[in-house]
């Protein structure tokens, strides 16, 4: 017969305490679905919103708001309206420069576009040289990385605010074509450098390159500004 081994007796197991309980005063007659409905609810309310606007305008329109709509998507049929020079669409959810741009494209009589405050990301593609008539670009605040040295061909550029988001270098092209540009924000980006072909930008009255990692200047490019009249390169400042 085998003798039966004696158990170890190991140390005795002791559950872990419960987690604290909090109490949690929700409002009266508090429903998380009916939360979350009314917030899809008042979304496709703004989406359908937006679709009515677009679909009210005609080839003759000129304008088009459609600024905090929470699209994430443009409204069909507004590649249809060729003649709108101005677009807002600021603060909302677009987020593939491909796809809104290969719509945006097509309405060639576009000076004005505001796409502040959206989620873009990645690069401004090649398509935007489709816009020549383009004057004033608002891209603040997404999460731009890279601008296609097409946008050298929108000429006419004015205004081009690229601030608050991820751009390491900017093309050297858009300074050879860009002789009627007044303002440039680029704050807070990832800019270590600015190249010599700033100078060329004659019309520049105002450069916002603050809250950037700008290590090199080019110094005599900033003599031959004879229009600039306000320069930031702090980069601490908020």
Known sequence: K?????????????????????K???PQNYLFGE?????LFVKNDLEDEAQRRVDALNAKSLTLNLQTMKLDELPLRLHRLINL????LQGNNLFSTERLFAILSQCKELVEINLSYNMLNGSLPDTVDSLVRLQKLNLHGNEITQISPNLSRCEMMTEFDIGNNKIVELPVEVFHTWKELQTLKLKGNKLSFLPPELSKLTSLKYIDASKNNIASLPGQAFNDLKELTFLNLNPELT
Do not use: D, F
Request: no cysteine.
């Open 35 to 39: 939360v979350i409905g009314k917030s």
């Open 85 to 88: 020079t101005t677009l807002n």
């Open 2 to 22: 085998k003798k039966k081994g004696k158990q170890k007796k190991g140390k005795k197991r002791v559950a872990p305490e419960p987690p604290p309980y909090y």
């Open 24 to 26: 949690v005063t929700l």
